[in-house]
């Protein structure tokens, strides 16, 4: 158990609806990341929060957004989504934004878009 | 974009036998890392690595960063079952954000 926690575990749902992801970093960690890991392109990294403030940002869609919250969970919001977004997204969180910070990751929200 | 080639893309091996992937990129990376990734989970850190020419150990697990930090490997002496899983190397250049490769997947025949 990384201490990441990530809800739901599973989502379904059609195209064209919007849906939110939700993570809870680990107990004291500042950061947290979002990756997408789909069956023919890996991991990719979506997008960055520390503190509450986006710090980096990848391979994001428009259709896409984030936020980092006070307590420091984070929400991905996909929207008007396509097929090809059925992947698994994962969170994960680090103490802080530095370079050698091991990331934790979450369990992952598997969303199907049928 | 910066790009990990990452081989083999799967290894089917017998338990006790000694297993060796790679990653190699175009680009330059100043930290290397592999994970595992079981059914169900997230990747889970296995070994990172700092600097150039470093070679280190977790228990079986052994990496290397290559001279150029354009490469890096990973084997594992000795697998056993419960080694199966998707083995993903990451690249880090500056900040925190990880780039990964596609992953092998690894199969333990006891």
């Known amino acids: 158990d990384s201490g990441v926690t990530q809800t739901p575990k599973h989502l379904i749902t059609a195209t064209g609806q919007r849906v939110t992801l939700r993570c809870s970093p680990r107990s004291g960690d500042l950061s947290v990341y979002w990756y997408q890991q789909s069956l023919d392109q890996g991991l990719q990294f979506l997008i960055q929060y520390y503190n509450g403030e986006e710090r980096a940002k990848g391979n994001i869609l428009e259709r896409f957004s984030a936020q980092q919250f006070p307590d420091l969970h984070s929400e991905l919001n996909l929207s008007s989504l396509e097929l090809g977004d059925s992947a698994l997204y994962f969170c994960a969180s680090s103490a802080l934004a530095g370079a050698t910070d091991t990331q934790y990751f979450g369990p992952g929200t598997r969303l199907t878009v049928l | 974009g910066q790009q990990l080639n990452q081989s083999p893309q799967s290894m089917f091996i017998q338990e006790g036998e000694d297993v060796s992937m790679n990653c190699t990129s175009s680009?330059?990376?100043?930290?290397w890392l592999w994970y595992k990734q079981e059914p169900g989970e997230g990747p889970v850190l296995l070994i990172a690595?700092?600097?150039?020419?470093e070679l280190t150990s977790n228990g079986r697990l052994t990496a290397q960063f290559g001279i150029t930090r354009k490469d890096s490997f990973l084997n594992i002496s000795a697998s056993i079952p419960s080694d199966v899983g998707i083995y993903f190397c990451a690249g880090r250049t500056s900040g925190s954000r990880l780039t990964f490769g596609e992953g092998t997947q690894l199969t333990v025949n006891p």
């Open positions: 690595l700092y600097k150039a020419g």
């Open positions: 680009s330059i990376f100043n930290t």
